[in-house]
């Protein structure tokens, strides 16, 4: 079974609005967990590393103002898409790293398609 | 910086047939590799995980290769199958702290029965 859980899974919401991902790592503690975005037909591009109990760090042009990100505990780290606009429809995506498990084992949440309107 | 490519972006071959997909990226100084497997508007499913200093690793039909000097990796699939149709994707680690992946582009893989 899934051992990241992200939610929701789909979001539609209206321009202007913001919108808040919710990823959770199930039977494990994770210090650390990352966020992506995947663009139709693209790679995942690393959007900011998430830390337990400290400030995000962020990748060269992702706006920490607008997608701010907070890891209050050890099993969950929240994306919310501020003021959001149509160009920020994507597929959204966390992953955990479970630094116990044998080769610092990651695990993928299964993803959140945003759709702004 | 890191880059990873994946060649050919696309692959349809008829069941049954063994298939490479190929993965390269630019700075060898990885701590694994991996490989995932994404279905159309889906999460990843991680295949297989390669340490840097193991040279393949093999599940079922999937076996996979490092050349870690060369920095190259190959994902051989054996006797493909319809169910195994998927966006197939590379990604490396360059930290032993766990940092984030870097991801290649994917090949599309399309089996027909």
């Known amino acids: 079974g899934a051992v990241v859980s992200q939610h929701p899974s789909r979001v539609i919401c209206k321009s202007g609005t913001s919108v808040k991902i919710e990823c959770r790592s199930l039977d494990f503690q994770a210090t650390t967990m990352f966020w992506y975005r995947q663009f139709p037909k693209q790679s995942l591009m690393l959007m900011a590393t998430?830390?337990?109990?400290?400030?995000?760090?962020?990748e060269q042009g992702v706006e920490k103002d607008k997608f701010l990100i907070n890891h209050a505990s050890l099993t969950l780290s929240t994306l919310t898409v501020t003021s959001a606009h149509p160009e920020d429809s994507s597929f959204y995506i966390c992953?955990?790293?479970?630094?116990?498990?044998?080769?610092?084992?990651?695990?993928f949440g299964e993803g959140s398609w945003l759709t702004v309107v | 910086k890191q880059e990873v490519t994946q060649i050919p972006a696309a692959l349809s071959v008829p069941e049954g047939e063994n298939l490479v997909l190929n993965c390269s990226f630019t700075d060898s100084a990885i701590y694994n590799l991996q490989w995932f497997r994404q279905d159309p508007g889906k999460g990843l499913t991680s295949l297989l995980l390669?340490?840097?200093?193991?040279r393949e690793q093999t599940s079922g039909r999937l076996n996979a290769s490092l050349d870690k000097s060369s920095g190259r990796s190959t994902l051989y699939i054996a006797a493909s199958q319809p169910g195994d149709s998927a966006t197939y994707l590379c990604?490396?680690?360059?930290?032993?702290?766990?940092?984030?992946?870097?991801f290649g582009k994917g090949t599309t893989l399309s089996v027909s029965s």
């Open positions: 992953s955990a790293r479970n630094h116990l498990a044998a080769g610092n084992t990651i695990y």
């Open positions: 990604a490396v680690s360059i930290g032993q702290a766990g940092t984030a992946l870097i």
């Open positions: 998430s830390n337990e109990g400290s400030k995000a760090t962020y």
């Open positions: 390669i340490q840097s200093s193991q």
